[in-house]
T-cell receptor, first 115, second 115 residues
Framework: AQKVTQAQTEISVVEKEDVTLDCVYE???????LFWYKQPPSGELVFLIR??????QNEISGRYSWNFQKSTSSFNFTITASQVVDSAVYFC????????????FGGGTRLMVKP | DAGVIQSPRHEVTEMGQEVTLRCKPI?????LFWYRQTMMRGLELLIY????????DSGMPEDRFSAKMPNASFSTLKIQPSEPRDSAVYFC?????????????FGPGTRLTVT
């Protein structure tokens, strides 16, 4: 069975602060894929990143960065210099090689960035 | 390119009525997913199609729910009869299937209210 845990249900920061959203996963698959999605107040789910289990390189995209560590089964997401527009619910998700692309989602972390 | 299209965006109906939600996946995608999102249960996968064939419907709550995919560009999720506890946001997503763990792209969702 697969499981994704986002222990932080809500985080509140002040604009320009850095913030890290935690994601811990469980899977028995040797090959798997990790994802982050953003759900802004408007409600749509926006794909942010996909990571393969055999590629542990960290990734940076503008103010966003992701830290993948197989040793701790974690795939954390950091927003640098947060902005009010970053306010959203962020979901971490997992797909195993034997899961036919089905995603297991974490419970989500609600990020509130205050001006 | 057009993303995943869902209709209607909002649906309000009375208990006992039939509800049909519609989805048009991204052209070229061969996998389609229906999800339900509620505050209590988060994001739940209802059913997954690959090449128009239902692969996993273990998430379908009960016999009142049914889904079809008559061709590669259209899918429906039907609830008959509807109940107040079916009130939720229903998302359709599509992706490519393959060993690369392709990401799913979500539609804007249909907000269903059953009174």
């Amino acid at each position: 069975a697969q499981k994704v845990t986002q222990a932080q249900t809500e985080i509140s920061v002040v604009e320009k602060e850095d913030v890290t959203l935690d994601c811990v996963y469980e899977t028995r698959d040797t090959t798997y894929y990790l994802f982050w999605y953003k759900q802004p107040p408007s409600g749509e789910l926006v794909f942010l990143i996909r990571r393969n289990s055999f590629d542990e390189q960290n990734e940076i995209s503008g103010r966003y960065s992701w830290n993948f560590q197989k040793s701790t089964s974690s795939f954390n997401f950091t927003i640098t210099a947060s902005q009010v527009v970053d306010s959203a619910v962020y979901f971490c998700a997992l797909s195993g090689d034997n899961a036919g692309n089905m995603l297991t989602f974490g419970g989500g972390t609600r990020l509130m960035v205050k001006p | 390119d057009a993303g995943v299209i869902q209709s209607p965006r909002h649906e309000v109906t009375e208990m006992g009525q039939e509800v049909t939600l519609r989805c048009k996946p991204i052209s070229g995608h061969n996998s389609l997913f229906w999800y339900r999102q509620t505050m209590m249960r988060g994001l739940e996968l209802l059913i997954y199609f690959n090449n128009n064939v239902p692969i996993d419907d273990s998430g379908m709550p009960e016999d009142r729910f049914s889904a079809k995919m008559p061709n590669a560009s259209f899918s429906t999720l039907k609830i008959q009869p509807s109940e107040p506890r079916d009130s939720a946001v229903y998302f359709c997503a599509s992706s490519l299937t393959g060993g690369e763990g392709y990401e799913q792209y979500f539609g804007p969702g249909t907000r269903l209210t059953v009174t």
